[in-house]
Structure formats: structure tokens, C-alpha cells
């Protein structure tokens, strides 16, 4: 049995591990695009910190992990799948045969259309390769001019403020993070960022960048900003257009069910690359987020191996840690139709706490400067926790979550985990 894995982030490796304990005779190929050994995107903010050197953003640490495991890495790109023939075509010209195909080639990030995006002196912050060129220029007392205040952004953002920039951010929503937090919450980010020393545009955009040294930008609220660096992270797509024409259900990512197998038996899909179903929300999304990519992974393996794993669902999660302000975003953080919510805001304190209700469950929050008991936020969203008379408690004081937990869950068989936090 040839099993051929496209992606070789966290997702691909996580599947060739779990293939290889269960179906230690197997044939197993791990397709990247990278020179680099699989490494971890989320690692690279520490590489531009400094808190760790390339070889930390590794995935497996060991120089010979995969061919110790047995496993075939072949560094090109996938061009095409061919599902009646059962191969993939590469970028280097290979042609692989495959028995079962997972699919989990990530993200890549978007670029806007913006005149002079390609200039030098232009870089996204997503590869080992960019990190190498941002802390080539990134020096203390550089202009870096970043473009975008998503989740992304906001992670730069910090790795770029360490090491001692002048640093701007253009986002062209309303608020900072404006797909994770409301206008409340993206606006008391956006103050604590510029109390930092850190200049935010939002409502803006960046309309051109002149190819200069030092570069000019051009905002759209008519600002021109001097800038030895520019950084686009405008957001992500997933990358899946070589399955253009293959026969393979993608709508925004490669559409599965709940053991991963798309629509074609025998190709899975995981990761950022992967539509799945969202418990929370009822429908199917892609969660760009490392902890759903990996249990993806480890389901879809079990499946293409011939043992029964099914995904338990997805829950858009989020905690962001923006300059030393922690905040998080659960579920339907916006709420959802005939549903009631609550709000609990001290600016002062810097402090913002929203829950959303759903008759008596609670289907999203939101949280700024709110460290305590998040992990009872994520297990009252992705639990689906029915309250009973604790959802009138909670409206009446949003701060009681844990003992809405206790009370609610306990009974419910769910309640082990906040009793530890507790117990912390």
C-alpha cells in the first residue's frame, strides 16, 4: 500500500507518524515544497524574536527522523491529481502512483492587489526563506510599514516590535483583528498597541508602494509613509489550486466528512487546506489553527490505514497574545440569529468580556485583557453545554463562568477539566 501525503507541514508529518505506527510495512512519500526540513509556521515569530535559531522551527529535531521512520520525503510541488489514474504530477516531473492520497498542502498567503506589492523590499512573513530576508532589514530603528492587523498580523506584530522597529500597521477593517473581535475589543487592541508605540491605520489601505530606498507608501486616507521594510499579511487562502479540474469537491478548501475522505474515496484532506464540519456552527469551515490540523491528521491517517477514526468536529479558537494583551475569540464570537448576549467592558482596566447564548447554550465569546478561566470559556463553546438556569446567572454577571461550568457540566459528565483548573 502507497500512501503519498502532500504538505509537508504539521498536518503531513502528523499523518505519515500515525500511518507508519499503524501500517509499519507500508509505503509512505511526504511530498514539500520546501528545501528546508518540515518546520513549523508558528515557529517563526520566535526565529525573528530570537528566541530560537532555524533548526527550533524544525518539526522532529532528529537529521534522520523520516528515514528512521521509513518515510520518503521528496521535496517539489504538486502540479495535478489524477483520480482515475491514482497519481499526483509534481513540479519536478515525478509522477507518483498512490493507493491513498492525503491532501494537506496549508495555506498560502494572499497577495492584494496592490501597484508595487513586488518590490523589493516587499515580503510576506510566511517561510523560513522570508524570515531570513525580515531580519535582514528588520534592525533596530528600521520603518517597517505591516500590512494587515488580522491574527496573523498580530503575531508579526509582536516578533517585529522586539526587535526594536519603528513599526506601522495598515488594516483596512473597521477595528484591529476584525474577524476574531468586535468593534469593543478591536478598539481597546488598537489603543493598547499605540500606547506600545506602534502607529495603527484602520479603515485604511495601502493604495501603492513606490520602489525606492526607503520605499513610499501611499494610504488610501491620503498619508505617504517612509518605509525600509514592508510586510503583506493580508491573509491566507488555502492552497489547492492544482486540484482545479481533478474531480476533488472544494468550495473555500477541499470539502470532507467526518473521517476526512473527500468525495473521491480514498484522498482525505487535512489541515488549513481542509473544509470541515464545525460542531458550533453547523457547518463546514476551514480552522486555520495547528491543534485541528493536527487531530485531522491523526483521524485521516487511522482512515487510510483501515481503522475507523471520525472527526469529533471543529471549533474556531483563538488566543492572541497582541504586545503582552491576551485575548480570545471561541466559536460564534458575533452570535447567532434569536440569540441574547452580555457584555462587561472596563477600558480602564483594559478588560472586555462577551458571551453569546443560544437558548441556553453558549455558542461564542470574546475576551480582552481576560486571562481567567479561558479554558472554561473553549469547553463551555466546543462542549455545547446546556446551562439550564446558569444562562439568566450569566447574563446577569458574565464573570461567573466557572461556576457555570461546575454546576452545568458536572452533571453532564463534562466537567473534570475546569475542575482541575480549579484545583490550580
Known sequence: MHHVILGAGPAGVIAAETIRKHAPADR????????EPPYSRMAIPYLLIGNVDESGTYLRKSPTHFTDLRIDV?????????VEKRNVELSDGQVL???KLLIATGSTPVRPPIRGIDCAGVHNCWTLDDARAIMALAVPGARVLQLGAGFIGCIIMEA?????VQLSVVEMGDRMVPRMMGPTAGGMIRDWCEA????????TKVESIESAAPLKVRLSDGTHVAADLVISAAGVKPSIGFLENSGITCLLGVLTDEHLQTNVPGIYAAGDCAEAFD???????????????????????????????ELKGVTQINVLDTL???STSFGNWQGVAGGQHVELTDKAAGR???????DDVMVGCNSVGWTDHVGVMRGLVEGQVRLGEWKDRLMHDPTRLMDAYLASAQAQGQWSGAADERRR
Open 97 to 99: 502512483a498512490f493507493d
Open 196 to 203: 506600545k508605540g506602534v502607529k495603527v491605520y484602520t479603515g
Open 324 to 326: 503582552g494583551l491576551v
Open 279 to 309: 460542531k458550533v456552527s453547523g457547518q463546514t469551515i476551514v480552522s486555520a489553527i495547528q491543534p485541528n490540523a493536527a487531530e485531522q491528521a491523526r483521524v485521516a491517517a487511522l482512515n487510510m490505514v483501515g481503522q475507523t477514526g
Open 160 to 164: 517585529l516590535a522586539a526587535r526594536g
Open 352 to 358: 472586555h468580556l462577551s458571551l453569546q447564548f443560544k
Open 28 to 35: 509512505i512519500t511526504l511530498v514539500g515544497d520546501e528545501p
Open 74 to 82: 521528496v521535496r517539489a510541488r504538486a502540479k495535478s491529481v489524477d
